[in-house]
T-cell receptor, first 114, second 108 residues
Framework: NAGVTQTPKFQVLKTGQSMTLQCAQD?????MSWYRQDPGMGLRLIHY???????DQGEVPNGYNVSRSTTEDFPLRLLSAAPSQTSVYFC?????????????FGPGTRLTVT | GEDVEQSLFLSVREGDSSVINCTYT??????LYWYKQEPGAGLQLLTY?????DMKQDQRLTVLLNKKDKHLSLRIADTQTGDSAIYFC????????FGKGTRLHILP
């Protein structure tokens, strides 16, 4: 198993550009989520999904869209990038919402918006 | 809303015990967690505790939960240089809320 993979590892965007951060898992996990990590702020939940076709908002959803068309993939879209979205983004997955303690994290995507 | 608070820094001498403390607000969480993050890496689940437990021990790690005071602690016995990392306290079921992390620094 590759576990949770994220692409790209690094990205620089200009203000107003859009892009999609990719996240995939090959463990047949139902639950997937996106976090952003900022210095001194810990991890903050952006969006999460409890299964294919189902998504919900976390703590800081504004400026981000997600979809879950398959069990394996959970892309995060930035519609119009802003400097405030400069952060490290982590994707995570677990077998089910009831087993969120077994969350597996991807290696992260470091995004800079200029 | 939910909130998780923890101190930002802790320095401990190698071989001593480290105790990282955390307070939380959401008493309805089924699970509380401790995650470890090493430099440049993602988070790794260290241990967790069910909310109906007071204590959980796993080798060098001891988790204590005081539900009345909404206080969670992580004790690392015989702290080693490899324990140097950021430790995150977290709570929640569907929505997991993380603290800001405690950076553990090991003194020789």
């Amino acid at each position: 198993n590759a576990g949770v993979t994220q692409t790209p590892k690094f990205q620089v965007l200009k203000t107003g550009q859009s892009m999609t951060l990719q996240c995939a898992q090959d463990m047949n996990h139902e639950y997937m989520s996106w976090y952003r990590q900022d210095p001194g702020m810990g991890l903050r939940l952006i969006h999460y999904s409890v299964g294919a076709g189902i998504t919900d908002q976390g703590e800081v959803p504004n400026g981000y869209n997600v979809s879950r068309s398959t069990t394996e993939d959970f892309p995060l879209r930035l519609l119009s990038a802003a400097p405030s979205q400069t952060s490290v983004y982590f994707c995570a997955s677990s077998y089910s919402r009831r087993l969120t303690y077994e969350q597996y994290f991807g290696p992260g995507t470091r995004l800079t918006v200029t | 809303g939910e909130d998780v608070e923890q101190s930002l820094f802790l320095s401990v001498r190698e071989g001593d015990s480290s105790v990282i403390n955390c307070t939380y607000t959401d008493s309805s969480s089924t699970y509380l967690y401790w995650y470890k993050q090493e430099p440049g890496a993602g988070l790794q689940l260290l241990t967790y505790i069910f909310s109906n437990m007071d204590m959980k021990q796993d080798q060098r790690l001891t988790v204590l939960l005081n539900k009345k005071d909404k206080h969670l602690s992580l004790r690392i016995a015989d702290t080693q240089t490899g324990d140097s990392a950021i430790y995150f306290c977290a709570e929640g079921d569907d929505k997991i809320i993380f603290g800001k992390g405690t950076r553990l620094h090991i003194l020789p």
